[in-house]
């Protein structure tokens, strides 16, 4: 890990004296096209070997080993006029009729830039990737430079909003258990994390090579952005995927009544960008009742409408969509109608630091049956832990707490239930919290005043104490 480490920060700190790179997100982009082209050509070494006939969908010039390879190749002006006149034009209209591989080149090129001027630069960049071996290298080795990458977009401003923490993910899969067969949408993929926690997860039980043509076959990923689809699209490279399972779109853009029985899916793993606002019209293609233009609003609606008959969905959502009103109460309770939201796991502060400390909560539901009790689960922090941060996050083996649980529920200190009755009485606000837990916490009105009082009081004295110091000052 460590040498990944300093291959990452070597490429990094090349780049800044580049002067056509500006800031982590630019960088970030520049970086990761620059990897997987890299990692294709290691790639297809692979697959020269094991997929029958394969023939490459780039042209002999165009590859890494033609023009990277050699770090005493070609470099300065002539090679930013080959990346920029030749290669790119070239990656961006790939044919795609020659393999899928090559719809997988184009979806990466098709809104990618090369940011970089100056070619002596680009060259030491080059050189460093060059360093990295991804065909002798194990899975291990991938996860490690992607989370860098994904460190590093961490403090990338907006960027942060693809990055899922991964014990979050990886619980959220271990609960679902994807099975072979099920059909899996992440329908605002990000960066990958969920997808490939179940590619992870099912992967332990492919005997077959038709096994894994049939888990690529069920797994597929949305984003909207260029930047985590090109993130996505690498990371599921190296996780294997020979063939493209990311889609650059926008689900929010297509009509409602649109979505018909194929589109289906059998589980939904997601974490939709909370906050964010949908442009103009995007509501329209929703029924009047769901109509809004926040983005979490909008993909819980669509996720109901995207599940089949007993089809399962995990989905990390804010406070907000718990205990909001107007269009959200709607939202919650086609919920309710339509899925038997069995479990709300409740997050702490911090989990999402450093880009939020917005609490947020996790809702595992099932489509066909109605709610009929709500069972919470209040997340607790480790022993001697106030909160999260960047260099202490949450740890998949906290949620050791709600895995013993799970299949064994009672009531406890940190979990209850609810029936759906109170939930409709309180107009389908979720946002409860823990009675066991809070009735130890919560103070009586009569102390709190008989405390704001005594504040008062301790106020005054100290004021009069500072007029005394003063006036005695100024007398002498």
Not at 3 to 20: C, E, L, P, S, Y
Not at 132 to 154: A, G, P, R
């Amino acid at each position: 890990m460590s040498q990944i480490v300093a291959n990452i920060k070597a490429i990094r700190d090349i780049m800044r004296k580049d002067t056509g790179v500006d800031g982590d997100a630019q960088r970030i982009s520049q970086m990761v096209w620059m990897l997987f082209l890299k990692i294709f050509s290691d790639k297809e070494e692979e697959w020269e070997l094991t997929i029958s006939g394969y023939i490459s969908p780039i042209k002999p010039q165009f590859k890494w080993s033609a023009w990277a390879a050699n770090e005493e190749g070609v470099t300065g002006q002539k090679l930013m006029g080959f990346i920029n006149n030749e290669l790119f034009p070239e990656l961006k209209e790939i044919d795609t009729t020659k393999c899928e591989q090559a719809k997988i080149v184009k979806a990466v090129f098709s809104d990618t830039y090369n940011y970089m001027k100056n070619g002596t630069l680009f060259r030491q960049v080059i050189n460093e990737i060059n360093k990295i071996n991804f065909v002798s290298s194990n899975s291990h080795l991938f996860n490690d430079i992607y989370e860098t990458i994904l460190k590093e977009l961490q403090s990338a401003g907006s960027s942060g909003e693809y990055y899922t923490p991964r014990a979050v993910t990886q619980f959220m899969v271990d609960i679902m258990n994807p099975q072979l067969g099920d059909s899996i949408l992440d329908p605002a993929c990000g960066t990958g994390g969920f997808l490939t926690s179940s590619i992870d997860h099912i992967s332990k039980k492919i005997n077959t090579p038709s096994d894994r043509q049939n888990l690529q076959k069920s797994i597929l990923g949305i984003e909207k952005k260029p930047l985590p689809t090109l993130l996505c699209t690498t990371n599921l490279m190296l996780h294997g995927f020979d063939k493209p399972a990311i889609r650059r779109d926008n689900l929010l853009k297509k009509a409602y009544s649109d979505w018909t029985a194929k589109d289906k899916v059998d589980i939904i793993l997601t974490n939709p960008p909370f906050g964010g606002v949908e442009e103009d019209g995007t509501e329209t293609n929703f029924p009047q009742k769901f109509r809004t233009k926040e983005t979490a609003d909008l993909f819980l609606a669509l996720i109901i409408r995207l599940l089949k008959d007993k089809g399962r969905c995990a989905v990390v959502l804010p406070d907000g969509s718990l205990f909001g009103k107007g269009v959200k109460i709607r939202i919650k309770e086609e919920l309710v109608q339509k899925c038997n939201l069995h479990t709300i796991v409740r997050l702490p502060k911090g989990v999402f630091a450093p880009y939020t400390n917005i609490s947020t909560n996790i809702l595992f539901f099932e489509k066909g049956q109605p709610t009929k009790d709500i069972w919470y689960f209040k997340h607790p922090y480790p022993k001697g832990v106030k909160n999260y941060n960047k260099s202490k996050p949450i740890n998949i083996s906290e949620f050791d707490l709600e895995k013993e649980w799970w299949n064994n529920r009672i009531e406890n200190e940190y979990a209850w239930k609810v029936p759906v009755n109170k939930i409709i009485e309180r107009n389908y606000n979720l946002d409860i919290e823990n009675p066991y837990k809070e009735a130890d916490t919560i103070k009586s009105p009569d102390l709190i005043l008989e405390e704001f009082n005594s504040c008062e009081k301790e106020i005054d004295t100290i004021q009069s104490q500072i007029i005394n110091f003063l006036n005695q000052a100024l007398n002498q």
